[in-house]
């Protein structure tokens, strides 16, 4: 059953347009990561969800109602800002009640669900602080608790762990998670953080310049990406692309980049890779295997710079005249000059059409 | 047990020692005669003298009477303080056929001042608030044209104003002089208004909007109550800027509604008899001292809400 439906949807401002026909629908309790770097349309499309932005072609639907005229309170949403948005002039009750205040429900109703809400984040003590006497995790988890208490399907979340600092945001990541599993509402979530997005969703919108690149669950994002934007996006260190040419002898396909061949004959291709295609091949840091007695192929490559980050080990190598990282175990340590041998598995390797970017 | 104290002792005597030897450690001392301290200093008492100078000699001129006053002396304190000037200018002094001294005027001063401050600074703030945050259509022509105002000379539009004010009926009276107030302080304070609104962030707007509050319930709820400091500085402007005019008061009123600046005006330029310095000193005190309270009671708030309507446009 879809919960919200996107249809056609383009917004323009004035002669700027930020998306056009765009099309996605969301199933009931699934948990959908709009993912994207800044300014590429995905707060944009949240907000137009919310009613806070006035679309300029398109529908939007919400379990079935067709809500693209509704005012933001009609439409059946709750929504969490990076900002925490909180009324600061109110106390943390007051900023729950508010909305229900305004919507004119019975108090007795209003105290019910504030509680409930209030237990479910674990907020009951600071029922009675304002918001600046709250430090930011319990400031977001206010926030959250807003939404919580309109007793919405759809939650919408702009960027909530965006203030906070590292520590704080991977406690509150799995918070949410938890919550996502506990409620089974629908749930946008938009982030530049390709983390919260790997761990949080159930499927992930890789979005650039208003268009949706891929639609698909964050292992498919990861392992196969349809473009090279997603592929480029998604993982840090950033995969490693070496731009070459298909070659075949005796059988066997190969990517030739300069004087190194990659033996790409195991790679799943949709299509053929036809001899002279332009390609750029896509090998992600971890899938690289270092001095490991292997099957397929091996090349030589000099080592340049190590960055030891405790439990990984990023080597920075020089293979095809190019640079390229290769994450390796931490305890691993290959001092800068020295020589490795590596080996690929094509298995779970990437190849885009140079001309158009696409997966092949 | 002992021995052992008595060494460590020893010890940190050496270090200490050491370290004084190293040089210099933790805080540098300040001089309080440096050339930057003198120049700093000199320049605030220069500063202040300049300022204060004319107001020591009004007070001490409206606290002596007029035979010592003849005599010259006008830095001297006066040898007999008397407040009969003060009692003058208050309540005796005369301007035109009335001589009931300032106190008219200080109530005509109340009278205009008060609805006129209350009713621009409240359809001001909701003239920014909507146009900070509710974005209609022609918003930003209707900021423009309310801008071009704020350069508009009060002088050219006297006459027009005159014009309107006569055929709503309402020239000459204590209501036309509040309209005119009103309208004239909406450029500046709408302004005001607007850029203070724009800083508020704008996420708390969406989110008051999603928990399905309107126009004024976000107006009420939200904006007011954390636009304090705006309002304070909206009224200091208004109470100091209203109290203190001269022009308005004395073209759109009749000499029965003269504000206090007109009559104070009335009463030091009057040209027949003698020129009572004492009250003239004292009257200008007594006209100046609302502006002035204003001020000193909230000069603080004064300086955060201007600095916090100024950095946003």
């Not at chain 1, 971890?286 to 091996?298: C, L, Q, Y």
């Not at chain 1, 190590?306 to 001092?335: C, F, H, T």
């Not at chain 2, 002596?64 to 009969?84: C, D, H, Q, S, Y």
């Amino acid at each position: 059953m879809t919960s919200v439906s996107v249809r056609d949807l383009s917004l323009s401002f004035g002669a700027v347009t930020v998306l056009d026909k765009l099309n996605l629908d969301i199933d009931h309790g699934e948990f959908l990561v709009l993912l994207g770097s800044s300014g590429c349309g995905k707060s944009t499309l949240l907000n137009c969800v919310a009613g806070l932005l006035d679309v300029t072609d398109g529908q939007i639907f919400i379990h079935d109602r067709n809500v693209t005229w509704e005012e933001p309170k009609d439409r059946g949403i709750g929504m969490v800002f990076q900002s925490y948005a909180l009324y600061p002039q109110m106390s943390v009750e007051k900023n729950l009640s508010f909305g229900l205040k305004v919507a004119k429900v019975p108090q007795p109703e209003i105290d019910k669900r504030v509680s409930r809400a209030a237990e479910i984040l674990q907020i009951q003590p600071l029922l009675k602080r304002k918001p600046s006497e709250l430090s930011g995790g319990q400031r977001q988890r206010v926030a959250i608790g807003r939404a919580l208490v309109r007793d919405v399907d759809v939650f919408l979340f702009d960027e909530p762990l965006s203030n906070l600092d590292a520590k704080l945001r991977s406690e509150l990541r799995v918070e949410i998670k938890r919550l996502h599993q506990s409620l089974k509402n629908t749930m946008i979530y938009v982030t530049h953080d390709q983390i919260e997005a790997l761990t949080l969703a159930d499927r992930i919108a890789v979005m650039k310049s208003g268009v949706i690149q891929q639609l698909a669950d964050p292992m498919t994002i990861y392992n196969a990406p349809e473009n090279l934007f997603v592929a480029g996006f998604i993982g840090s260190p950033s995969m490693n692309f070496f731009r070459g040419e298909v070659e075949t002898r005796e059988g066997r396909s190969f990517v030739r980049v300069g004087a190194v061949a990659f033996d790409v004959t195991a790679y799943p291709a949709r299509g053929r890779l036809h001899p002279g295609q332009k390609v750029v091949l896509g090998l992600r840091p971890e899938h690289v295997k270092v001095d490991e007695a292997g099957t397929g192929e091996v090349h030589e490559a000099t080592v340049d710079i190590e960055e030891p980050m405790g439990a990984d080990n990023l080597l920075w190598l020089k293979l095809a005249g190019q640079s390229m990282s290769v994450r390796i175990a931490g305890q691993r340590r290959y001092p800068p000059g020295s020589t490795v041998r590596l080996s690929f598995d094509m298995g779970v390797a990437s190849i885009f059409d140079a001309a158009t970017e696409n997966r092949l | 047990m002992d021995n052992i104290a008595k060494n460590s002792t020893a010890l940190s005597i050496d270090a200490a020692g050491a370290r004084l030897k190293d040089g210099p450690r933790g805080a540098r001392p300040k001089r309080t005669l440096s050339r930057r301290n003198i120049i700093v200093y000199g320049t605030l008492i220069v500063v202040s003298l300049y300022y204060l100078l004319p107001l020591y000699v009004m007070i001490v001129t409206s606290l002596k009477g007029m035979p010592e006053i003849r005599v010259g002396n006008i830095f001297a304190p006066p040898l007999e303080v008397t407040f009969e000037p003060w009692v003058k200018a208050w309540a005796e002094a005369c301007t035109g056929l009335n001589c009931d001294g300032l106190s008219r005027g200080f109530w005509n001063s109340v009278r205009i001042t008060v609805p006129s401050v209350i009713i621009s600074i409240a359809v001001a703030s909701v003239n920014g608030y909507a146009l900070a945050n509710w974005r209609f259509k022609g918003a930003d022509l209707f900021f423009t044209i309310l801008i071009v105002g704020a350069f508009i000379p009060y002088q050219v539009m006297i006459y027009p104003i005159v014009i309107v004010l006569r055929e709503m009926g309402v020239y000459g009276t204590l209501t036309g002089l509040v309209i005119v107030h009103t309208i004239f302080g909406m450029p500046i304070l709408t302004l005001l208004f607007r850029n203070y609104f724009a800083g508020l962030p704008e996420e708390l707007f969406k989110a008051a909007r999603v928990d399905g509050a309107g126009f004024w319930t976000i107006y009420l709820k939200i904006m007011l109550p954390m636009s304090l400091p705006i309002f304070v500085v909206a009224m200091i402007l208004q109470v100091t800027g209203i109290w203190n005019d001269f022009l308005f008061g004395v073209v759109f009123t009749r000499p029965e509604y003269y504000p206090m600046t007109v009559q104070l005006n009335n009463i030091v330029n009057s040209v027949q008899g003698v020129k009572e310095y004492n009250v003239n000193m004292a009257a200008t005190i007594l006209t100046g001292l609302v502006p002035l309270t204003v001020y000193f009671v909230s000069g603080r708030l004064f300086v955060r809400g201007i600095a916090a309507g100024a950095v946003k446009g």
